[in-house]
């Protein structure tokens, strides 16, 4: 879902990079006024390290030549908070856009924005913490990460649509490139929310404590080790990093498949034209 700058103009895409700018600034001021424990940024450190190596490397997505990787937003804020999440989601996308190219400068904003934003500070406080209230139990956990997930890649791949459509750069119709971006965002949707669940019952089988702490709010306790945590997703990020990108698809994701199969019907549509105007 990493749009690159051919696909926004410089106005869309600057008011974008303020938008993502004012919830990152809205972000750290509340993690400040709250407060961040030890422990907390402990989790945060390995979880985001593991979500920036798990981002790199796409999965295939069967029968449709396309594929997707983990977001991992909601595996964060269900385990840090919303904020926090927010922070570590947007460093993420910011090493990826400079270190690896991944993104767009201009266009990063519109990346923190439908990757971080949508996920942290609306799905999960406004869905995930709301159904989980009195569901906080491994199958509660299950079916509230895939509904969570479902909405924020729906949520995220409109946003790429939309921005696209504003900007009117690109030949791409809008009918077109949001048919296509919106169900295989669902398949996404799909395999993110099963990993999301696969990741939040295994932190609750391991220290429920953890998940209960991020979604009250309240520091970790003393007596909550975090570290048989924090080095399993280190160790998640070492073998994402070293050996997965070996099994990578290298089919195109989910934003490079719907251009195509947007750009075909344009073509298809333009061809029809041609030939009743002929």
């Known amino acids: 879902m990493h749009m690159t700058d051919s696909l926004l103009s410089t106005p869309v895409g600057a008011a974008m990079c303020a938008v993502s700018a004012a919830a990152i600034a809205w972000s750290a001021a509340t993690v400040k006024k709250e407060g961040f424990d030890v422990k907390k940024m402990v989790i945060a450190g390995t979880a985001g390290a593991a979500v920036l190596a798990a981002q790199a490397v796409n999965y295939a997505i069967p029968g449709t030549g396309s594929s997707g990787h983990v977001l991992g937003a909601l595996i964060l804020a269900a385990m840090i908070g919303a904020s926090p999440a927010m922070l570590v989601m947007s ?28 996920p942290c500070l609306f799905v999960y406080p406004l869905i995930f913490k709301p159904l989980t209230r009195n569901a906080m139990r491994p199958a509660g956990i299950i079916a509230v990460s895939m509904l969570s997930a479902v909405v924020a890649l729906q949520l995220g791949a409109f946003g790429v649509v939309a921005a696209t459509q504003l900007s009117g750069i690109t030949t791409l119709p809008f009918a077109a490139f949001a048919l296509a971006m919106q169900p295989i965002h669902l398949a996404i949707g799909i ?30 306790g003393s007596r909550t080790a975090v570290k048989p945590v924090a080095a399993a997703f280190a160790a998640v990020a070492l073998i994402t990093a070293l050996v997965l990108p070996h099994y990578a698809s290298d089919a195109p994701d989910g934003l490079e498949w719907s251009i195509e199969k947007a750009t075909e019907s344009a073509a298809v549509i333009d061809a029809d034209n041609s030939a009743a105007g002929g």
Not at 99 to 111: E, S, Y
């Open 91 to 118: 460093a993420v996308i910011i090493i990826q856009c400079l270190a690896f190219a991944d993104g767009g400068v201009l266009a990063l904003g519109a990346n923190i924005f439908n990757m971080a934003v949508i």
């Open 191 to 220: 395999g993110e929310g099963l990993a999301t669940a696969a990741v939040l019952c295994l932190v609750w089988a391991l220290r429920p404590e953890i998940i209960r702490c991020a979604y009250s709010g309240i520091a970790i």
